[in-house]
């Protein structure tokens, strides 16, 4: 059954997620795996699932908790996932450059006020549904790849506060900007 199938790539998701963070105030030591009931997930700090009663992520949202380590690649395991917040937490290292792969369908991404290094990925236009991409407060070095300028659905867009250089991309009139 395909929503089973969901269902374990979710689990697997969140279970890579966890080993993959270093978490020192455990924020989230209730994310317990043992426990194998429906929506058993939906109840873990930061987790929103479709549906209470399914465990298919929605939204992940891990602000604010002093999480270390790099960017997840596990992640890519949540296939149904529209929101991702790793936002004012100290992660590092650069973002991996097939991240398009890996948060597909996302619609929210908060990566802002980390320690994220390297270049911006230019596969992050690849991700059509992209309506806010923050990327501010961080140490990313390079230019603003200028594909980004095509994301049909892009509404709101910050690099302020990174070592960026070179030109910003064109962005159409409907798109919120924070450069500087």
Known sequence: CSMTYGTETDIACLKSVHE??????????????????????????GVECWHPDENRVLNLKLSNMGLKGEFPRGIQNCTSLTGLDFSLNSLSKPIPNDISILVKFVVTLDL????????????????????????????FTGQIPPQFAALPRLKSFSVSNNLLTGEVPRFGKDVAITEA
């Not at 020192?24 to 429906?38: A, G, H, I």
Request: proline share 4%; net charge negative.
């Open 20 to 45: 993959s963070l270093k978490d020192p105030n455990n924020y989230l030591e209730n994310w317990n795996f043992d426990n194998k009931t429906e929506g058993f997930i939906c109840k873990f700090t």
């Open 112 to 139: 802002s006020s980390n320690d994220f290094t390297g270049s911006i990925p230019v596969s992050l236009s690849n991700c059509t549904y992209l309506n806010r991409l923050m990327l501010d407060q961080n140490q």
